[in-house]
T-cell receptor
């Protein structure tokens, strides 16, 4: 059974600091997604990571994937208040029409001015 | 309207009521999904429709009944719900229900069952 674990589940940090959110998964998968959710709003796709060693960056967010360790990280550099949100990772399972995303529980990130 | 829209945004219902949630996508996608999001729990996939055909039903109780009349619309019919069904119900769509398709989410319907 594929399980996805995120940590921490809650993170409060100061503006300007760096931090990392971790996403571990229990069995092999062909792709990993990071999503962001603001309160009362849709989940927004941030990154799709497809291969071992993949690294993607958008602004102050950088995601990486280590398929051997079954680990993805979402690194926040010099955090700003606008990045406050809940971040989810999701891992793909199955093929074709049986394909599903298995989700982590989310990391609620609060960035204080 | 753009993207994925859901109505209503909030719903309070009694256990004997019947209500429906509506989802509409304006992205030209062919696959649509219902998810349940409970506090402090991972998203749970409920149903998947691909080209109007249901391809996945993740052991969801029969008190939840999906309907997909066309590729742009998805409904979730609710009847005799339980308080533990209170949650945020998210609709999503993707180009196809295949491994590489990114899913686009609506804002959700927050449901409270009394």
């Amino acid at each position: 059974e594929l399980k996805v674990e995120q940590n921490p589940l809650f993170l409060s940090m100061q503006e300007g600091k760096n931090y990392t959110i971790y996403c571990n998964y229990s069995t092999t998968s062909d792709r990993l997604y990071w999503y962001r959710q603001d309160p009362g709003k849709s989940l927004e796709s941030l990154f799709v990571l497809l291969s071992n060693g993949a690294v993607k960056q958008e602004g102050r967010l950088m995601a990486s994937l280590d398929t051997k360790a079954r680990l993805s990280t979402l690194h926040i550099t010099a955090a700003v208040h606008d990045l406050s949100a809940t971040y989810f990772c999701a891992v793909g399972r199955g093929v074709d029409s049986n394909y599903q995303l298995i989700w982590g529980a989310g990391t609620k990130l609060i960035i204080k001015p | 309207e753009t993207g994925v829209t859901q109505t209503p945004r909030h719903l309070v219902m009694g256990m004997t009521n019947k209500k429906s949630l509506k989802c509409e996508q304006h992205l030209g996608h062919n696959a649509m999904y219902w998810y349940k999001q409970s506090a402090k729990k991972p998203l749970e996939l409920m149903f998947v429709y691909n080209f109007k055909e249901q391809t996945e039903n993740n052991s969801v109780p029969s008190r939840f009944s999906p309907e997909c009349p066309n590729s742009s619309h998805l409904f979730l019919h609710l009847h005799t719900l339980q308080p533990e069904d209170s949650a945020l119900y998210l609709c999503a769509s993707s180009q196809g229900a295949r491994a590489w398709e990114t899913q686009y989410f609506g804002p959700g319907t927050r449901l409270l069952v009394l």
